[in-house]
Nanobody, 125 residues
């Protein structure tokens, strides 16, 4: 049973950067999609970005496109989310998940069946 562990969250000032990591153990990310979701206080869980671990295709929600970059290291079963130019609206718990589908139009949470515990990102001055 694969387990996913996120790290790299924290408190950052507006305009700052963070890099989140999602490390898989007990299984791998090969031939799956890995996605980052986030959930802000009082809101639902939204897809932020995803990557195909087989061919490296990447997709981003419009709100983060141009600021966030998803990447993978298949050798150490880790997916990263580099977040630049952060703003208060990016404050949320960020979750990584392994699943079966994403596209330029949608990152559906129901397609993901293994989730990490989440890491808090707070953007505040």
């Amino acid at each position: 049973q694969v387990q996913l562990v996120e790290s790299g969250g924290g408190l950052v000032q507006p305009g700052g950067s963070l890099r989140l990591s999602c490390a898989a153990s007990g299984g791998n990310l090969d031939y799956y999609y890995t996605a980052w979701f986030r959930q802000a206080p009082g809101k639902g869980r939204d897809g932020v970005s995803c990557i195909s671990n087989s061919d490296g295709s990447t997709y981003y929600a419009p709100s983060v496109k141009g600021r966030f970059t998803i990447s993978r290291n298949n050798a150490n079963h880790t997916v990263y989310l580099q977040m630049n130019n952060l703003n208060a609206e990016d404050t949320a718990i960020y979750y990584c998940a392994r699943g079966y589908y994403c596209s330029a139009d949608v990152i559906p949470s129901y397609e993901y069946d293994h989730w990490g515990q989440g890491t808090q990102v707070t953007v505040s001055s």
